[in-house]
Structures are given as C-alpha cells and as structure tokens.
C-alpha cells in the first residue's frame, strides 16, 4: 500500500471517529475517550521503554513507568469527569466531590510520588553504572508519551471540546501530510537539518500552508453543517499557524530520539506507519499547547 493511500485511510478513519463520537451517548462516549487514550498512551510508554533501554549502560524501571501512568491517566480522567459533571452532563455514582477534588490537585503529587519511587527502584533493581540515565528515562517516559496525551481529557472535558480536539488534531495531521506532498513533488532546497536530513523548506513551507488552508475550510464546513462556533477565520488562521510549527517541533524531537536510539521506527505496530510515537509524535507537543490556549482562552471571558 503506497503512502497516498494510507494518508487517505486515516483521514477516513479520522472522520469516521469524529461522526461516532458526536452521536455516542454520554456513557459510551466517556468510556470510548478512556479507552482510547489509555491504550495509546501506554503503547507509546512501553515503546519510550524499548527505544531508551541501553542494557548494562542504563535502562529505566519499566514496570514503575507504567503503573504511574496508569495512574496518571485515571487522575486526569477524574478530571475529565468532574469538569463534565460541572457542565452539566451525567456523572458515575463514585464521583463525589472529595474525590472530584483531590483528583484536581492530585498530578504535582503523583509527579513528585514518581520521582521518588523510580529512584528508590533503580536503586534497589538496578546497577549502580547508568542511574542517572536510568531515572531519567524512568520519569519521562511517563510524562512525554502519557502526561502530554492525558491533557485530551481536559480538552475534550469542556464544551464543545470535540470540535477543539479536532481543531488540534487535524492541524497536526494536515501539517505532516502537506509537509509529505509538498516535499515529495516541489522540495528541492534541503532543510539543513541533522536530524532529519532529507526534509526540505519546500516541504515545511508546504505543511504550514496547507493546514492553515484545511482548517479554515473546516471551520467554515463545521459552522454551516454541524453548530455554531464563537471562533473566528482569523483566530483560527493564527492558531493553527502556531499548531504547525509546533507539531514540527515534535516531529524531530521523536526523531532524534530514534536517532539516538539507533533505530528506524519505535515499534512495528503499524505496518508502514511504525509505532504509537511515530504516529503521535507531534500530538505529544500540540495537544497540551492547545489545551493551555484553550484554558487562556476560558480566563479571558471567550467561549466556543
């Protein structure tokens, strides 16, 4: 299968989720969020794991890693609840506001908790050679493929939070399949990148175009066929704009982590596509740049 063919496959997927979603019921809904970001978000845990573990030179404490993002992720979908619950949409009977409370004010502490256990485990689990790196890959193997992802809850926690989610999804997204196209058919001047050395200005110039392009005409096509949104052609213009040279930002990160890592993709999860962090890559900078956004957005006094 060609790279076309599977950029337009994922944008079919995309939008077949998108239609699901806003005709789920609240249940079914909460449970489908869950459910998705807790797998992706461990896969890419446990991809982080293998492209950092250096065997006798230093390797993080997997299993501390990922029961702290296991716990990580049902504090912030605490949260999520909570924050629906206040908007007025239906809550479990286990939600009440003691725990609705401590799991807003729970992260710093399961931060500082992870801290302090993934250096207690290296200690008693591990080699003294490679404890620095050992730790350290421990502790953000957490928060670079889990924390980064757990702030779609928050997102799509608020109303019209789907149409927001999107908004910085589909950024993202257009911003890697204009910059792939404009490459691939006008890239002639090299980007001049290490880390990845065969993207050119073409390309990147290429992406940003482009998903500014997209999502103008999706938020034209979401205010005429879906509701109306109290966001503007300009605004829109302006934070994709920021979305595209983000999700850059994160396309190299993850690359030079496979770099470092001696390796091609994280995982072969995906035929043709790699692993959960070659897919998410961007994600992982865009989706909590666009939840603080929407959170000044809210201070503001500015609806969606």
């Not at 790279?3 to 079914?28: C, H, M, Q, Y």
Request: aromatic share 14%.
């Amino acid at each position: 299968m060609g790279e076309t063919s599977k950029r337009i496959i994922s944008g079919v997927t995309l939008g077949a989720a998108i239609i699901l979603a806003l005709n789920l019921p609240d249940f079914l809904y909460a449970v489908l969020i869950l459910g998705l970001i807790l797998a992706a978000s461990l896969l890419g845990v446990v991809e982080f794991y293998g492209l950092s573990d250096r065997g006798l030179d230093g390797r993080p404490v997997k299993g501390v890693g990922i029961f702290f993002a296991v716990l990580l992720i049902f504090t912030y979908y605490l949260q999520y609840l909570g924050i629906r619950a206040t908007n007025g949409h239906p809550a479990p009977s286990f939600l009440t506001p003691d725990i609705a409370y401590v799991a807003n004010h729970s992260v710093p502490f399961v931060l500082m908790l992870l801290v302090i256990v993934a250096m207690s485990a290296h200690l008693i689990f591990r080699p003294l050679d490679g404890t620095v790196y050992g730790v350290t890959t421990t502790i953000f193997g957490v928060i670079y493929p889990c924390m980064t992802l757990c702030h779609a809850f928050l997102i799509l926690a608020e109303e019209r939070g789907l149409f927001f989610f999107v908004v910085v999804a589909l950024a993202t997204i257009g911003t890697d399949t204009g910059a792939y196209f404009a490459g691939r058919y006008f890239g002639k001047h090299n980007a001049g990148l290490k880390v990845s050395p065969r993207k050119t200005i073409e390309g990147y110039v290429g992406g940003f175009v482009f998903s500014i392009l997209l999502m103008l005409g999706f938020l034209y096509c979401w205010k005429r066929f879906a509701y109306e949104i109290h966001m503007g052609y300009v605004e829109m213009a302006l934070f994709t704009a920021v979305l595209s040279v983000i999700s850059v930002f994160g396309d190299l990160v993850e690359s030079a982590i496979k770099r470092d890592s001696k390796k091609k993709d994280s995982a072969a999860l995906i035929p043709g596509h790699g692993g959960m962090l070659d897919r998410g890559d961007s994600l992982y900078f865009t989706i909590p740049i666009g939840y603080f956004y929407l959170y000044i957005r809210g201070i503001a006094g500015l609806t969606l």
